[in-house]
């Protein structure tokens, strides 16, 4: 039996609340982030090198 069991993004699915929520943070500034801070797509967090 291994410790960890691990799901893949196709076995979770969010629903109700949590679901709405992330859309909400989608349709948002998280969603639109490069729009508000251009220098973002260059950042070392998502694969840029600064």
Same mark, same amino acid.
């Given at each position: 039996?291994?410790?960890?069991?691990?799901? $893949? $993004?196709?076995?979770? *699915?969010?629903?109700?609340? %949590?679901?709405?929520? %992330?859309?909400?943070?989608?349709? +948002? %500034?998280?969603?639109? %982030?490069?729009? @508000?801070?251009?220098?973002? *797509?260059?950042?070392?967090? @998502? +694969?840029?090198?600064?």
């Amino acid at each position: 039996m291994n410790k960890w069991n691990f799901y $893949t $993004t196709d076995e979770i *699915k969010p629903a109700g609340w %949590l679901k709405k929520q %992330l859309e909400i943070q989608a349709e +948002g %500034l998280s969603g639109n %982030l490069d729009r @508000i801070w251009p220098d973002i *797509k260059d950042s070392a967090w @998502i +694969g840029g090198n600064k």
